[in-house]
């Protein structure tokens, strides 16, 4: 994560995405610097859904991924793979390392979830998915460097894909993709291509704004009967409460209950969900409006304050605080003494950074409530981005 600041001109100011309104939100947080406001984290207690009631605009946010999400990667990592790219293009070598990296359980999970949905496969765990022989075109939303359009490629299927990097789409391009550069706000230009039998996102819908346009647009894009599969972090376990209050590329953090009931709004009925550190949602485009499930008190924002519940037993001084999705830890600075940690309740693949934060409590030695306020001493209250 990096640190900018965006200017007050910048931002918008937005109601909750579900519901369309704010009468049922609470305020969760706010970014301060001399009074003047960044992010303002809120909470619908209604939908159940935490997103930004103030952040960066549309505009600012597309030209972020559109210029500058992927500054410096494409050229640091060409060399590497463009080797591995022409080794995998001689006959027979890209089935063959598909195979082997099935055989010794290395596949990239989000390939799992995507290929054991297609095919029919049994888990080792008993559960199993109903092939789906009549899905034949599918679309990704954010294909990013293209690796799941190739494994769709491979199976034989008709594959497109939406990636609103300028520098990945032309990777993708380069191998043979089908891949528009488009914002994912407006994708008109793929209408053509539709409908789709299969359309999916994975870590895409959270970093969108409008969630409800988005949502008309995919089921505008996907045929009566066809699937979605939606894949975002969970909001009680996927994302500590400064994540959710600085990183204006998270626009919101989902529920359950939030997630398929923004679908349902959309012509959509949940089939399955799956909620670990992500919710999994799979779901399909129905004709008719029949009764859809409730996921309803899915969510405990209260849980949010648990990575401060230390703060009563304190009485100041400074901290340091270390996170990683769903790992946190707090340690007291003047003798490093561990007085938080936070590890998930079931096995996470650990990725190879992790952030630090380092501040000072007015209230330490207090009871923590809504809204937390972050307080910079600087010009302008930041923003968290990430630039690869």
């Known amino acids: 994560m990096q640190e900018v600041e ?8 937005w109601p909750c995405p579900i519901c369309q309104s704010d009468k049922d939100s609470m305020i969760l947080s706010e970014v301060l610097a001399r009074g003047v406001t960044s992010m303002v984290s809120a909470y619908c207690v209604e939908c159940e859904h935490r997103y930004f009631q103030k952040m960066p605009s549309v505009t600012w946010l597309n030209r972020y991924y559109s210029e500058e999400f992927d500054a410096g990667l494409t050229e640091l990592t060409r060399p590497r793979r463009g080797l591995k790219d022409r080794v995998k293009r001689l006959p027979g070598v890209e089935m063959a390392w598909t195979t082997l990296i099935r055989l010794i359980g290395r596949e990239e ?30 679309l990704e939303v954010g294909c990013g460097y293209g690796g799941k359009l190739r494994l769709f490629r491979r199976l034989g299927y008709e594959s497109y894909g939406v990636e609103a990097s300028r ?28 409908p789709f039998d299969f359309v999916y996102s994975i870590h895409v819908l959270e970093h969108i704004a409008d969630v409800s346009t988005h949502l008309a647009q995919l089921a505008r894009l996907i045929r009566a009967g066809g699937m979605l599969y939606i894949q975002v972090p969970n909001i009680w376990q996927g994302e500590t409460l400064f994540m959710q209050s600085h990183a204006a590329i998270h626009c919101h953090t989902f529920s359950a209950h ?32 029949d009764l859809q499930p409730s996921w309803k008190d899915s969510a405990a924002y209260g849980q949010l304050l648990e990575c401060l519940s230390w703060v009563r037993e304190q009485s100041g001084g400074r901290y340091r605080l270390t996170f990683d999705h769903a790992q946190v830890q707090v340690t007291r600075m003047a003798d490093n003494k561990l007085l938080y940690k936070r590890d998930p309740g079931f096995s996470i693949q650990r990725t190879p950074y992790r952030h630090h934060v380092e501040f000072s409590m007015e209230t330490a030695g ?23």
Do not use: M
């Open 167 to 194: 520098q990945r789409a032309d990777e993708c391009r380069k191998d043979g993709l089908t891949v528009f550069d488009c914002p994912i706000t407006d994708l008109g230009q793929v209408y053509q291509h539709g």
């Open 6 to 13: 965006v200017p007050q001109g910048d931002f918008e100011v």
């Open 366 to 388: 207090a009871e923590v409530t809504f809204p937390v306020r972050f307080i910079y001493e600087r010009s302008q209250p930041p923003v968290w981005i990430k630039r690869q």
């Open 258 to 289: 939030s997630l398929a009931k923004l679908l349902n709004q959309h012509g959509f009925t949940t089939i399955r969900i799956l909620a670990d550190n992500n919710l999994h949602i799979l779901a399909t485009k129905t004709i008719t409006s």
């Open 109 to 138: 999970p989000g390939l799992r979830q995507i290929r054991a949905f297609l095919e029919g496969i049994i888990e080792t765990n008993g559960s199993y998915y109903q092939a789906r022989p009549d899905i034949h075109k599918v």
